[in-house]
C-alpha cells in the first residue's frame, strides 16, 4: 500500500516549534518529541514478549531513532511483559505527521506562543495533495 510521505518543511517547522515550546517550558525538546509521538495514535505495535527478553528489546528498538519510543504494561501472561513499541515520525504518513504536529499546536498554543507559521503550512499540506 502506498503511503504518502510528510514534507520536509514540516518536519523542519515541527523542531523549530519543538525547540520555541522547550524553551518556554524548560522541557528538553527530545521529551516533548517523545511524549507526543505516544499520542498521535495509530504509530505503534503492542508484542508479548518473554521478561527475559523486555531490555533487549526495548535497547534494540531505540537504536532506529529518537522517535522509536518503547513502554511496558503488564501480561495477562505468566513470565511475560507487553511492550509497545512506537514507530518515529521518519516513517510517518502525511496523515500521521498533521497528528503530530496538531498536537504540537496546541501545546504551544497552551504557552501562548504564536503558532500562525505551522499552522499556515499544516493547512497549505492539506489542499495540496501532491506535496
Not at 501472561?77 to 511492550?83: L, S
Not at 498533521?98 to 507559521?117: G, N, Y
Request: hydrophobic content about 30%; aromatic content about 10%; proline content about 3%.
Amino acid at each position: 500500500e502506498y503511503k504518502k510521505k510528510r514534507s520536509k518543511d514540516a518536519n523542519a517547522f515541527f523542531w523549530e516549534f519543538c525547540g520555541k515550546l522547550a524553551a518556554k517550558t524548560r522541557i528538553p525538546k527530545e521529551k516533548i518529541y517523545r511524549d507526543l509521538i505516544k499520542e498521535i495514535g495509530d504509530n505503534h505495535e503492542t508484542v508479548c514478549v518473554q521478561n527475559k527478553a523486555v531490555d533487549k528489546l526495548i535497547s534494540g528498538w531505540s537504536r532506529n531513532g529518537l522517535g522509536w519510543v518503547a513502554e511496558t504494561v503488564p501480561s495477562k501472561i505468566g513470565g511475560c511483559t507487553n511492550v509497545l513499541l512506537y514507530y518515529g515520525s521518519s516513517t510517518y504518513t502525511t496523515e500521521q505527521m498533521s497528528r503530530l504536529i496538531d498536537l504540537l499546536l496546541q501545546e504551544c498554543e497552551q504557552q501562548d506562543i504564536d503558532t500562525t507559521p505551522l499552522r499556515e503550512l499544516s493547512l497549505f499540506e492539506e489542499h495540496n495533495p501532491t506535496k
